[in-house]
Antibody, heavy 119, light 107 residues
Framework: QVQLQESGPGLVKPSQTLSLTCTVS??????????WNWIRQPAGKGLEWIGR???????NYNPPLKSRVTISVDTSKNQFSLRVDSVTAADTAVYYCARVPSDFDAFDIWGQGTMVTVS | DIQMTQSPSSVSASVGDRVTITCQASEDIGSWLAWYQHKPGSAPKLLIF???SLHSGVPARFSGSGSGTDFTLTISGLQPEDFATYFCQQGISFPFTFGPGTKVDIK
């Protein structure tokens, strides 16, 4: 059974960098066939797709966030990570990691989410 | 960006009821539409992909239909475990976007 689990600081100061990790169990990130994504949801608002990465290193980002966001993969640890630079209160949200099979564009496995507050 | 809207924003229903939720895209997305179920504190679950394909392990009381800009999720025979928020998502173009969600609660 494939599971994703987010981890990282729950509190980040304004102007600093938010860093989260998603640990994948039950599947190998390095095996290909999947895109690894980050999504967030501010309180009381809808879901916002942040971006995705393929194991080859190919990335796609949501344009409003592109200048501040980096998604990377560590196949040796079976993890992928999110970095958001220069955070503000607007980056306060529940952050989810999720997987998309390469043959259909839907998120088939999600993590439970982790709350990050910028304050 | 493609905007996704849903209606209703909430619905009160009883066990056994048939519930229908609609999702509309701001432009033609073909069949690149997915539906998810989300309960507080839990990981969202994929129900339907490519508008009408039932994801593995999802009960057959869930069904999806539609194409182009208008889509529907139907729950036939609501069960106690189905009380949750449901949202749609388009997967035809970047950035992927989501509907605001429909909360299904107990009447």
């Amino acid at each position: 059974q494939v599971q994703l689990q987010e981890s990282g600081p729950g509190l980040v100061k304004p102007s600093q960098t938010l860093s989260l990790t998603c640990t994948v169990s039950g599947a190998s990130i390095g095996s290909g066939s999947y895109y690894w994504n980050w999504i967030r949801q501010p309180a009381g608002k809808g879901l916002e797709w942040i971006g995705r990465m393929y194991v080859s290193g190919t990335t796609n980002y949501n344009p409003p966030l592109k200048s501040r966001v980096t998604i990377s993969v560590d196949t040796s640890k079976n993890q992928f990570s999110l970095r958001v630079d220069s955070v503000t209160a607007a980056d306060t949200a529940v952050y989810y990691c999720a997987r998309v099979p390469s043959d259909f564009d839907a998120f088939d496995i999600w993590g439970q989410g982790t709350m990050v507050t910028v304050s | 960006d493609i905007q996704m809207t849903q209606s209703p924003s909430s619905v009160s229903a009883s066990v056994g009821d048939r519930v229908t939720i609609t999702c509309q895209a701001s432009e033609d997305i073909g069949s690149w539409l997915a539906w998810y179920q989300h309960k507080p504190g839990s990981a969202p679950k994929l129900l339907i992909f490519t508008a009408s394909s039932l994801h593995s392990g999802v009960p057959a009381r869930f069904s999806g239909s539609g194409s182009g800009t208008d889509f529907t999720l139907t729950i036939s025979g609501l069960q106690p475990e189905d009380f949750a928020t449901y949202f749609c998502q388009q997967g035809i173009s970047f950035p992927f976007t989501f509907g605001p969600g429909t909360k299904v609660d107990i009447k």
